[in-house]
């Protein structure tokens, strides 16, 4: 990839594909308000939601699949000279599930990346890519840094989509050096649209996890992922990027900070215990997915702050407390209230699995006491 600062020029006209998704739309809106940008595509298979739609202002919006032979001749035509690829599914909790996630990632990103590969006028190509690429495994490292691989190769699934269209990015950078290429490599995100695992874990009173597992989690606020990405498309040096929260959770210590209960279950159980506890999400939840809950993922971002230039304003935990009232998922609840949901719980579930849930209620119970969100009195808590 090309990293020489000198043959770098700002960015004039823009395009965003997956301009109707949130981080789409909200760098659309962004970007308008820039003086340095004249013009700004947001391009999608899909019309944006009347919310985004105020979002991109009066942006040029094209209803376009991004595997049509046409876009090509959209971006040359209108000139453009950055591309920013915020299309990528994060999660397979989308419509049509599995296939219809492969399929726009794949494929579509496919035809993007060839798109802009054969556009002449396209100097800055900027890619929305995940930390699981780094996978999930008992013998990672304590924090991944953008020159590692991971340790057990992703099989299929959202880790195996977001490699494959990296790999597909550096080809292109190979044949067109003078594109300067950005990847952004973001953990979970909560509060958009899109759910992720942890945000799921976070909705209901007790929450499924692994018995014997207390992975390590890294969060980045929406803000800050939109920031991180305005700063890649308006001209930040080119390049591989972890771009994440300073600070790092267990997912135990998450959930009993929403208020709520982890449930430790056998792994050959969890997704029974999904079935029963949860109401959407995690029942079908991937082996990509079922290793992240088991060892968690962390990964450093020295490089974000040295050579992207770039530091997150809220840290993991700021941005879970940040969801979490946003949300409405902040601890609102009283002891009496976990001692009525544990007692109702108990009676359903075998021996073993009620002392554990007791276990987790005291824990929950002494942490939320500690940090003042457990009041004495609250009449209508449930």
């Not at 395009?15 to 003086?35: D, I, K, P, T």
């Amino acid at each position: 990839m090309n990293t020489e600062a000198s043959t770098r020029s700002p960015a004039r006209a823009v395009a965003v594909v997956g301009g109707s998704r949130y981080l789409g739309a909200h760098l659309v809106g962004m970007l308008l308000r820039n003086e340095s940008v004249e013009r700004v595509l947001a391009i999608d298979s899909v019309k944006p939601s009347p919310q985004h739609r105020r979002r991109m202002r009066d942006a040029e919006f094209v209803r376009l699949d991004p595997q049509s032979p046409r876009l090509q001749g959209i971006l040359r035509e209108a000139g453009i000279d950055t591309v920013v690829h915020a299309g990528l599914f994060h999660t397979d909790f989308a419509p049509g599930g599995r296939a219809a996630v492969k399929e726009s990632n794949i494929m579509g990103s496919m035809h993007v990346i060839a798109a802009c590969g054969r556009a002449s006028t396209v100097k800055r190509f900027v890619l929305i890519s995940s930390t699981t690429v780094y996978g999930s495994s008992g013998s990672d490292p304590a924090l991944f840094t953008e020159d590692m691989a991971a340790r057990r190769q992703p099989s299929g699934g959202i880790p195996l989509d977001h490699l494959s269209v990296e790999g597909y990015v550096r080809g292109m950078s190979r044949k067109r050096p003078d594109i300067d290429v950005t990847i952004l490599r973001i953990p979970a995100i909560l509060g958009l649209p899109e759910p992720t695992v942890l945000g799921e874990l976070l909705l209901p009173s007790v929450a499924p996890v692994l018995a014997g597992y207390d992975p390590r989690v890294q969060l980045l606020h929406p803000q800050d992922a939109l920031d991180a990405l305005l700063h890649a498309t308006l001209g930040a040096a080119p390049g591989t990027y972890n771009i994440a929260a300073e600070g790092v959770l267990t997912l135990a210590r998450a959930i009993r900070r929403a208020g709520h209960i982890p449930l430790p279950v056998p792994p050959q159980t969890f997704k029974y215990a999904a079935r029963m506890l949860l109401s959407r999400g995690l029942r079908d939840i991937g082996p990509s997915q079922m290793r992240y809950l088991r060892f968690g993922r962390v990964v450093d971002t020295t490089r974000m702050r040295t050579e992207f230039g770039f530091q997150p304003s809220y840290t993991t935990d700021e941005a879970l407390h940040a969801y979490l009232v946003d949300s409405g998922t902040e601890p609102l609840v009283t002891r009496a209230s976990l001692e009525r949901k544990v007692a109702k719980l108990e009676k359903l579930l075998p021996g073993p699995v009620a002392d554990r849930l007791r276990a987790g209620v005291d824990t929950t119970i002494g942490e939320l006491e500690a940090i003042g969100a457990l009041p004495d009195r609250m009449e209508e808590a449930v």
